[in-house]
């Protein structure tokens, strides 16, 4: 397909909001995202324009925790894909994007990922990607203002859940990388030397605001459970994501393996859920990994959805 024009880019985009509300109504409208200037577009039958995108090439800053979250290196796909017939839009896109990462000589370095964050409702994505060698990963998971766990169940009485502060630092760090431990086990997060600090320096900075959206759990005194949050002021990086504002975002979570399954995370989820409800947050995201066994069906029973699934090969350049 010729150059994408700022009309035919228009056209496209129309139809990618229509469909895109007509399958999920918490999606937001389509955002074109700054890319590295490959023309990755499609045509459907008859030449009518079907799908574009961009491909951004991204680097970790070093010492950040944005490394802790995935690939040093990611490429990352922002579709557009119109149809009518999307498998087959989406398809050609990422025959295109595989073509364009053949010409990147980093994209087979091993710490880098081709990333595709897709609708997880636009169930005609699922085919296409895994043809091109892509796995589901990450999810992130939307809880509606107002939305109430699936069951109630009482926390032991010698668990008591405070609100954290400055002075928490270490045992929200301890147990926020005991998170980030349990979760490299399925291959998206990447516990790196730097991790330890890059979490320190984000949790000093969101512990020392004022009611800081942190959570402990204690039994006897000492932390078994941590929920860490960010506000909206906070987490404005993820609002882009959802239609609806303002947006809080669950960043970690972790019940200390021997304290599992007694109601201390749903307890601690409460008081989140409590805090953003009466600050009148619209929608509350969080991500968790797909083959998580703990974590899904936890976040599900609290109220939240998929909403994205973000599908990645690793190295970028085992897409197929
Ligand atoms: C996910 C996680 C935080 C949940 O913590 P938890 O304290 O075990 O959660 P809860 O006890 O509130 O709920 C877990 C289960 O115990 C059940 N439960 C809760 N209270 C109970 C009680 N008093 N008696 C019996 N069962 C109870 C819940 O119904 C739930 O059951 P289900 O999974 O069959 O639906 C914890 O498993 C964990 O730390 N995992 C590792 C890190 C991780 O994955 N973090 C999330 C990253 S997104």
Redesign the pocket.
Known sequence: MPAVTGDTARGISEQVAGRLAAIDALLPAPVAAEGCGAELAVTGPGGAPAAMATCEHWAGEPGSLDLTWGAARRFQLTPQVAGPDVAAALDGLLARWRDHLADVPDAAEADTAAVITWPTRDIDGARPLLRHGLAPRAVIAARAAGRRP??A????PDVRIRRAGSADLEAVVRLGM??IR??AHFGTVVERPETPGALRHEAARVLAAPDPWVWLAERDGAAI?LLYAEPPEFAGWIAPMVRAEPVAY?E??????G???????????AQLHRAADESGVAVTL????QV?P??G???H?QGYRPLWTSWEARPASTLR
């Open positions: 699936a069951t169940v009482p926390v032991d005991e998170t349990y979760d459970g669950l970690l979570m972790d019940v200390l393996a304290e599992r399954g007694g109601g201390v995370a749903a307890a601690l989820a969080l991500h968790y990994e998580n703990l974590s069906p936890f976040w029973q």
